[in-house]
């Protein structure tokens, strides 16, 4: 549906205050939430089959704890997860293009501003790639 708001989502306390925001964000635009879980494993150092599908049960995993507690917070909030096999800015960003989204909500890390430019953090290079609004909630969730 046109308009929904995506939630990259890891299981990390940021995201965790991210799904909360992204809960009240969708029932404000009355969107739908689409959880988002993006992954890539590098092909360096031989098979990596059985580690790709570990990260893929993981993912799923997350994604379904996700969920779960979307549907906690607001019971008729319409939600789903994807597990997404890409890098997470480039998952995400496909997914806002896919679902005609209006905005990503991804939590922020302790890191601070200069730790996540130098490191290359998802919200940071979000917020530079993005053509829809990128909320990002800090990890206290304040």
């Known amino acids: 549906m046109a308009g929904d708001i995506v939630l990259g989502y890891d299981g990390s306390e940021g995201s965790h205050a991210a799904l909360r925001v992204a809960v009240t964000v969708a029932r404000a635009f009355d969107a739908d939430l689409v959880i988002a879980f993006g992954y890539e494993v590098s092909p360096v150092g031989g098979e990596t089959a059985d580690y790709r599908a570990r990260v893929e049960a993981f993912g799923n995993g997350v994604v379904a704890q996700g969920v779960a507690a979307a549907a906690e917070l607001d019971p008729d909030l319409r939600v789903e997860g994807l597990v997404v096999d890409d890098r997470p800015v480039e998952a995400l960003l496909d997914?806002?293009?896919?679902?005609?989204?209006?905005?990503?909500?991804?939590?922020?890390?302790?890191?601070?501003?200069?730790?996540?430019?130098?490191?290359?953090?998802?919200?940071?290079?979000?917020?530079?790639?993005?053509?829809?609004?990128?909320?990002v909630v800090p990890a206290s969730g304040d």
Do not use: C, F, Q, Y
């Open 95 to 135: 997914v806002v293009a896919a679902r005609d989204a209006r905005m990503i909500v991804v939590g922020g890390n302790e890191s601070g501003p200069l730790m996540g430019a130098v490191l290359g953090a998802v919200p940071h290079k979000l917020l530079h790639r993005s053509t829809v609004p990128v909320l």
